[in-house]
């Protein structure tokens, strides 16, 4: 789409955006009129009393035009006339005061719930996407859009769609009175306003793609300093902040520079719009003053006086498209980021409304059907390739391979993370994508490799999945996740202590227990655990698999492992490589079988029998 079309569109959905709240703007424009009409008269009025001073003090034989058909006694003195034009004028401010205010309050109100109702709905938005979705934008775009994104549309519709409104509005009202006071005058005065509208067209062509780079060098700037918050104990520990220091100073730099660029050309642009509207005051001078001096019917106040104020007006209402031509441009950049999110197709829902297959505690038997599936990554490759196989209801199922080998993406395509390109996966025999999404996912606990802790209370966390739980339940399962002595031991407040951001108040076993006490906790029918005790010492992990007996007994779970203790625990073995499930078996089976299984399972064994003597664990307490 040109970049012309695409502004006019993004405005186009931006007004219908804000016709969304119609009452509002109705009330806000007709207030506008009600201010622009009382201005009018104020002027008006200061030119009425000039004229009738200019006659009291004999510089002007012409009468004053008083307004509406209006005529003062006749006994009224010079004086009089002029301390009632002067009451009437301070009435008219006065007025204008309390309305002006009124519409400031109108205008805040109306911003203010368009860009919460906005914020609302991408967020919303996003807790529908994909994890796609995620893993194509940055964490600091991310963060951005919805944040600074949407209050760049708080800027259009503040600084752009309501100033263009009252620009409108009020060019409209000057240049009918201004018209109604000399139409020559008129029509000489605003010669240079087609030019204005030429420059301010070309400066938006100029700056819009400008912006645009500016907001993805911003996004940069803030994933760097995500980043570092993030990983400040790899930083500190090699000893590399002054090369954080100076790589965010790099994206930091950036950004200003960009913007240095823009404030260039808006430096530019606004003056030369001041400086055309400056000539229309030349041209009042000197054709207005011949006016009054030839024109009988021209008279000092409520002519010349009158149209220069009315010209004056005109001209800062006009001079304001400098400064709203610019809002556009730094507005349509954000704009466009949020309707980027707002339009992004949801790929993973769940059928509509009576379409939809109610699960409601399934049995727990998992099917793949000949599954392919790929990320759609710069190489191409295909992350699972034909993978077909059945585990049975409360079957124990590990999963061993390496790296990049397609474990942690088969675990994510049982609760609908993603769905597979060719084949089919199903959970008691129907497929994943016939169910209801939420009735699915409430069916699978998930313990993620990487753990994810909230910044609130241990209670918080783990009842996260199942907040109405008792307060025996909740010790229940982190009893059986081995985390309830730590909690009550260790944890000055216990289950209430609130973690800092990220649990990093906590060992990595620690963090990994509460993790495994929030999927226990949800009692799904279906456990996945992407290498639930990589981060736990071997007695801990004897600990929470002989605890984890009993909970797995009738519930099918898989666990992706490295450990042979953990694999011999299992029902099933899959190794997996290269995206595909090269051997299946019980691990006595695989041992006489697979001479790569069992060469793998004699360097371990050795290994874990090390460290056994040498009192060596993993979990760093």
Known sequence: MPAQASTVALILRLLRLTWGYKDQVLRIVVLQMVLLALALSGLGLIGLGLDVIGQAIGESGKPPRWPLGFEPPAGWSAMTKVLVIAGAVFAVAALRFVLDRQSWVWKAVLVRDIVVDLR??????????????????????????????????????????????MLLISLAFFLAYMLSIHVKLTLACLATTPLLWVLTTLFSRTVRPAYRVNRELFDKAVLVLSENAQGVHVVKGFALQERERAKFKRANDAVADQHRWIFWRVATFVPTIGMFTAVNLLVLLVYGGWLY??????????????????????SSQVGNLAQIANAVQRSMTGAQR??????????????????????????????????????????????????????????????????????????????????????RVLIDGVDLRDYDLDDLRRNVGVVFQETFLFSNTVRFNVTFG??????????????????????????????????????????????????????????????LMDDPTAAIDPETEHLIMQAMDQAMRNRTTFIVAHRFSTLKRADVVMVMEDGRVTEVGTHDELMQTSAHYRNAAEVQMADEESRRLLGIGEDAE
């Open 120 to 165: 609302k709905q991408v967020y919303d938005k996003m807790q529908r996407l994909s994890f796609r979705f995620f893993d194509a934008n940055e964490s600091g775009s991310i963060i951005n859009r919805v944040t600074g994104d949407v209050q760049a549309v708080r800027r259009f519709i503040d600084g752009v769609m309501i100033e263009v409104v």
């Open 293 to 314: 001096i030839h024109d009988p019917g021209f008279a000092f106040g409520s002519g010349l006086f009158v149209f220069a104020g009315l010209l004056q007006q005109f």
């Open 338 to 423: 949020v309707f980027e999110v707002l339009d992004e197709p949801v790929e993973i829902q769940g059928p509509p409304g009576a379409a939809a297959v109610r699960l409601g505690r399934a049995e727990g038997r998992v099917t793949f059907e000949d599954v392919t599936f790929g990320y759609g990554g710069a190489d191409g490759a295909d992350a699972l390739r034909g993978v077909s196989f059945e585990a049975q209801p409360g079957q124990t199922v590990a999963i061993l391979g390496a790296t990049g080998s397609g474990k942690s993406t088969l675990l994510s395509l049982i609760p609908r993370f993603y769905d597979p390109q060719q084949g």
């Open 466 to 527: 199942h907040p109405e739980a008792t307060d025996d339940q909740m010790r229940q399962a982190a009893q059986i996740a081995q985390a309830h002595g730590f909690i009550e031991r260790e944890l000055d407040a216990g289950y209430d202590t609130v973690l800092t951001e990220g649990g990093n108040g906590l060992s990595g076993g620690q963090r990994q227990r509460l993790a495994i006490a929030r999927a226990v906790l949800l009692d799904p029918p279906i456990l």
